[in-house]
């Protein structure tokens, strides 16, 4: 391959050694692909430097002076879980100050990745805001290559190369389990999220790690995934009451999963705190009408939006700045379900 040709997916299947499709499933997001593929895939973008040819094309472009907040859930989601309202007023505030146009973009099916690939490779925004970060999804990774400014609401994992911010999520955590323990729980649960995402296992890492310091067992039947959904709450409220009956507390890595708890431990006729204590995570308005109202994990959402947002535009200026990475503090807020 001569030094002036752009590298194209033949190139890059050839490099990770696996067919074309399996290329193009990795830059669109499929699942259809295994762990192994999607590495050496992966990989091989980032060795040759790879970018699809419609954003070479797009490339050279004046700015736009709109950024895109990428949110990749459901509507329903959005309606129902409150830390997306308040991140996406945290981001508004952020760009107030400069004549920046905001654009929502969910991202629910293939049909609206592809649109959204489209639209970042042709530069129709000068950077991307990307909250609910999965660590397979491969947008994050498109988006490096591309060469677009771009912040993350949470991480992939350790090491992330991109900006962004998130809470203090293993501390979150480890306050929540040491207020249970210091008021006598020793069977503590654990409702962790999506355990593909960083800020579940950062949850649950906090929660482990405060029982060993404890010296009360973290066993792993104490421990139900959910999905960050009320729904999703109860069933794991319902797995973890079957698995250990004798359990007196449970920590859930959201509110609305918490409320979803509270909604089972009423149906099996357990009171909360007498029988079963019961802590969230966000201190979102859930927290504060619930019955009864919740002791939660606060993390200054808004603060993360705006955060980000401030992050961007410096990075839209100046391309060549370092990336930064903000963690910012948490605080348990005490109520009557604890």
Not at 41 to 67: C, F, H, K, M, Q
Not at 215 to 232: N, Q, R
Not at 304 to 318: K, N
Request: proline share 5%; glycine share 8%.
């Amino acid at each position: 391959m001569g030094s002036r040709q752009r590298p194209t997916i033949k190139t890059v299947a050839a490099r990770a050694g696996v067919g074309r499709t399996t290329v193009s499933r990795v830059i669109n997001g499929s699942e259809l692909v295994s762990d192994e593929a999607r590495s050496a895939v992966l990989a091989a973008i980032a060795e040759l430097n790879y970018v699809p040819n419609s954003v070479a094309r797009g490339l050279v472009t004046s700015r736009t002076d709109s950024v895109a907040l990428v949110i990749p859930e459901s509507e329903s989601r959005l309606g129902s879980e409150p830390y997306f309202s308040a991140v996406i007023r945290g981001v508004s505030t952020g760009l107030t100050e400069r004549r920046i146009q905001l654009q929502l973009v969910l991202v629910r099916d293939q049909a609206e990745r592809d649109q959204l690939t489209e639209s970042v490779a042709e530069r129709r925004v000068d950077g991307v805001l990307l909250v609910s970060v999965h660590e397979h999804d491969p947008l994050p990774g498109l988006l490096e290559n591309m060469g677009l400014p771009t912040v993350l609401a949470g991480r992939r994992a350790h090491g992330e190369p991109l900006s962004h911010v998130r809470a203090d999520n293993e501390g979150g955590a480890a306050a929540a389990v040491a207020h249970l323990a210091a008021r006598g729980r020793r069977r503590v649960a654990t409702i962790s999220g999506p355990l593909d995402m960083d800020v579940s296992r950062s949850r649950l890492d906090g929660w482990r790690d405060a029982l060993r310091g404890e010296g009360v067992e973290a066993a792993e039947t104490l421990v139900a995934s959910a999905d960050f959904t009320e729904a999703g709450g109860e069933a794991a409220m319902r797995s973890l009451l079957e698995r250990e009956p004798g359990l007196d507390a449970v920590f859930a890595a959201s509110d609305v999963m918490a409320a979803g708890a509270l909604v089972e431990l009423r149906r099996q006729g357990r009171r909360v705190p007498d029988d079963v204590a019961v802590i969230g995570f966000d201190d979102s308005v859930v927290a504060r009408h619930s019955n009864p109202p919740l002791t939660s994990v606060r993390q200054p959402v808004e603060a993360i939006g705006r955060t980000m947002a401030r992050i961007l535009l410096a990075e839209i200026d100046d391309p060549g700045q370092p990336r930064q990475h903000v963690v910012l503090p948490t605080e348990l807020v005490v109520r009557e379900s604890s």
